[in-house]
């Protein structure tokens, strides 16, 4: 028996880690503790201009998919475009998990970190699932894998600097804006190590899930199929 991997099952496979990591940000932003670097930001500017945190990551992750255009110019692969769509999905998910989480905040702060952590492991297992799909990205990605590209540099490095970066101009922002940091507590450090360290934690386990995405084909076709 030759197999591929099915399309439809990657897509279905890679629109439920979109879902997941939408509601996996919701979740770890509403108890008021922080948020992921990625998301830190946007939500840094929910304060300032009164649009949702998914529309802000949109607008955000448009900026970072312009960023990839001017850095690769004729190197950008244009089916890479398809990393609006993917965000655009984010977003919207991001703020029907918003909504969601909204129905019920805990006011003790050890239930709080609690819902925090529970919004970084979904988050984590929506991130997984993405990779195991393996069909684009977001732009926040993006991004760091082109700046990793064009200048030859390690891109796990090139990750920490990217976060790094953001959460310092979520705080200048901040401090800017509204004269005090808000959005970056605790709960952005938590994110920033718990989120990379479920991630590899998933991985292992995740090749079985990997294995239900394979299409089997009887020997007689095996010349037609071939492996992604």
Same mark, same amino acid.
């Given at each position: 028996?030759?197999?591929?991997?099915?399309?439809?099952?990657?897509?279905?496979?890679? !629109?439920?880690?979109?879902?997941?990591?939408?509601? =996996?940000?919701?979740?770890?932003?509403?108890?008021?503790? =922080?948020?992921?670097?990625?998301?830190?930001?946007?939500?840094?500017?929910?304060?300032? /201009?009164?649009?949702?945190?998914?529309?802000?990551?949109?607008?955000?992750?448009?900026?970072?998919?312009?960023?990839?255009?001017?850095?690769?110019?004729?190197?950008?692969?244009?089916?890479?475009?398809?990393?609006?769509?993917? /965000?655009?999905?984010?977003?919207? !998910?991001?703020?029907?998990?918003?909504?969601?989480?909204? !129905?019920?905040?805990?006011?003790?702060?050890?239930?709080?970190?609690?819902?925090?952590?529970?919004?970084?492991?979904?988050?984590?297992?929506?991130?997984?699932?993405?990779?195991?799909?393996?069909?684009?990205?977001?732009?926040?990605?993006?991004? /760091?894998?082109?700046?990793?590209?064009?200048?030859?540099?390690?891109?796990?490095?090139?990750?920490?600097?990217?976060?790094?970066?953001?959460?310092?101009?979520?705080?200048?922002?901040?401090?800017?804006?509204?004269?005090?940091?808000?959005? /970056?507590?605790?709960?952005?450090?938590?994110?920033? !190590? +718990?989120? =990379?360290?479920?991630?590899?934690?998933?991985?292992?386990?995740?090749?079985?899930?990997?294995?239900?995405?394979?299409?089997?084909?009887?020997? =007689?076709? +095996?010349?037609?199929?071939?492996?992604?």
């Amino acid at each position: 028996m030759k197999h591929r991997y099915s399309k439809r099952k990657r897509t279905i496979c890679f !629109f439920i880690g979109l879902a997941l990591c939408g509601f =996996g940000v919701a979740l770890s932003t509403v108890p008021a503790l =922080g948020t992921s670097p990625v998301s830190s930001l946007p939500y840094v500017l929910t304060f300032i /201009v009164p649009l949702s945190l998914g529309v802000w990551t949109i607008i955000s992750n448009t900026i970072f998919l312009l960023a990839q255009i001017a850095i690769l110019k004729k190197e950008f692969q244009w089916f890479q475009l398809s990393q609006m769509i993917a /965000v655009v999905i984010f977003g919207l !998910f991001i703020d029907l998990g918003m909504w969601f989480s909204s !129905f019920y905040i805990p006011e003790n702060y050890w239930l709080r970190i609690l819902e925090q952590l529970l919004g970084c492991a979904v988050l984590a297992f929506g991130i997984v699932l993405e990779l195991i799909a393996d069909i684009t990205y977001l732009p926040g990605e993006g991004l /760091v894998k082109a700046i990793a590209y064009h200048w030859k540099l390690n891109f796990g490095k090139v990750k920490i600097c990217f976060d790094s970066t953001l959460v310092c101009l979520a705080i200048l922002v901040s401090l800017f804006g509204t004269g005090t940091i808000s959005g /970056v507590r605790e709960g952005t450090v938590i994110a920033a !190590f +718990a989120v =990379g360290y479920l991630v590899r934690l998933y991985r292992r386990p995740s090749r079985a899930l990997k294995l239900t995405l394979v299409k089997k084909y009887p020997s =007689g076709l +095996a010349s037609a199929a071939h492996t992604v």
